[in-house]
């Protein structure tokens, strides 16, 4: 993960081979001259311009004896599915509430999920 300068900006919108549209981004850096940076377009980099400094993952390829830069956004910035983040929420609420109810002596271990006791067998 490094920071770099952005210096040239190109945003192409492009079709691919299984006909799904995505953004083809190339950027140009202080830290990297004339040399283009290869990566997709996104939410995390949709607003960058000319002059930003941001943080990317830069991987070098050889293709056919010429060497390309690749970026990538962090994984963090990328923006997580919502679906995913709402579910460990969930998750994380019950366990809080199950911890703060044994505490207080509501235990609801030997409860049912609709808090209703849990019968003897």
């Excluded at 960058?48 to 050889?62: A, P």
């Excluded at 703060?100 to 509501?106: D, M, N, V, Y």
């Amino acid at each position: 993960m490094e920071k770099i300068t952005i210096t040239r900006i190109a945003r192409s919108n492009k079709t691919s081979s299984a006909g799904k549209s995505y953004v083809s981004l190339g950027i140009q850096a202080n830290e990297y001259g004339e040399q283009w940076l290869n990566g997709f377009g996104n939410k995390s980099n949709e607003n960058w311009n000319n002059g930003d400094t941001v943080e990317v993952t830069i991987e070098k390829k050889t293709v056919n004896g010429k060497e390309y830069l690749n970026f990538e956004t962090p994984k963090s910035s990328r923006g997580a599915d919502n679906s995913e983040v709402l579910t460990k929420l969930g998750k994380i609420e019950y366990k809080l509430d199950t911890i703060i109810k044994h505490l207080s002596g509501e235990d609801m271990l030997d409860r049912n999920s609709d808090g209703s006791p849990t019968p003897d067998f």
